[in-house]
């Protein structure tokens, strides 16, 4: 669990980075970046919330 929170933090970071460069720098493929990014978070954080489920039943 400790490796998925960390991969959380790294995609929330990328996230901040691409979506940031889109907003002020108005780079087109750092949009896409972050909708990228977006998405693999949602993804691991639905995966976290299983894990912490399990682990809240032991």
């Avoid at 790294?10 to 970046?33: P, T």
């Amino acid at each position: 669990m400790k490796k998925l929170v960390e991969k959380i933090n790294a995609e929330i970071a990328a996230f901040q980075l691409n979506a940031e460069a889109q907003v002020v720098k108005g780079n087109k493929a750092a949009g896409a970046r972050a909708r990228k990014a977006a998405l693999d978070l949602m993804k691991d954080l639905k995966e976290f919330r299983k894990a912490s489920v399990a682990e809240a039943k032991k």
